[in-house]
T-cell receptor
């Protein structure tokens, strides 16, 4: 079945430590790939997106993500986490056949940051 | 306004009542999307509008849910005879046009938190 999976429901990292959030997808053709962040009481904000080209994508707030076709993954990374990064992170895809562009989301990963 | 706005921000209703949720997209955005986020779950697509038409309503969970858009602007999501399982955050997003041509991006509003008692 077509799906987007975020294996980690909750991750805790120390401030200043590196971060990697996992995302795997299951689609016949590589979909368009996105990471969104949702801070408490806020709407979703786009961190970065991958449509084609360079498989390492830079986003806002110091985040990057790497597309790996062989692993059907699009993991989000940040070298040094700040306390303000505590939030919920959603991986999302748009299947290439979908003309309307509706997003299909993973379940989300909640990030906590220890001082 | 500068971004997508939604009203009300919070709505508490009794089971069986009807509710209306409003979305004001970014001016000039022709595409508008509704999503639902139930507690502890990811977002589920409900419906999207291109202009005032809804080419994809596939995510509406039942015939109690309906939505309309007027003037290629504001949209209203209506839930009739609300049930407790309708409790969720309802998010609206808009984009300049549908699809992903030209790197099109969806911008999200802050959501309406609906609680059905």
């Amino acid at each position: 079945a077509q799906s987007v999976t975020q294996p980690d429901i909750h991750i805790t990292v120390s401030e200043g430590a590196s971060l990697e959030l996992r995302c795997n997808y299951s689609y016949g053709a590589t979909p368009y790939l996105f990471w969104y962040v949702q801070s408490p009481g806020q709407g979703l904000q786009l961190l970065l997106k991958y449509f084609s080209g360079d498989t390492l994508v830079q986003g806002i707030k110091g985040f990057e993500a790497e597309f790996k076709r062989s692993q059907s993954s699009f993991n989000l990374r940040k070298p040094s986490v700040h306390w303000s990064d505590a939030a919920e992170y959603f991986c999302a895809v748009v299947p290439v056949y979908n003309q309307g562009g509706k997003l299909i989301f993973g379940q989300g990963t909640e990030l906590s940051v220890k001082p | 306004g500068a971004g997508v706005s939604q009203s009300p921000s919070n709505k508490v209703t009794e089971k069986g009542k009807d509710v209306e949720l409003r979305c004001d997209p970014i001016s000039g955005h022709t595409a508008l999307y509704w999503y639902r986020q139930r507690l502890g779950q990811g977002l589920e697509f409900l419906i999207y509008f291109q202009g005032n038409s809804a080419p994809d309503k596939s995510g509406l969970p039942s015939d109690r849910f309906s939505a309309e858009r007027t003037g290629e602007s504001v949209s209203t999501l209506t839930i009739q005879r609300t049930q407790q399982e309708d409790s969720a955050v309802y998010l609206c997003a808009s984009s300049l046009k549908p699809g992903l041509a030209g790197g099109n991006t969806q911008y999200f509003g802050p959501g309406t938190r609906l609680t059905v008692l």
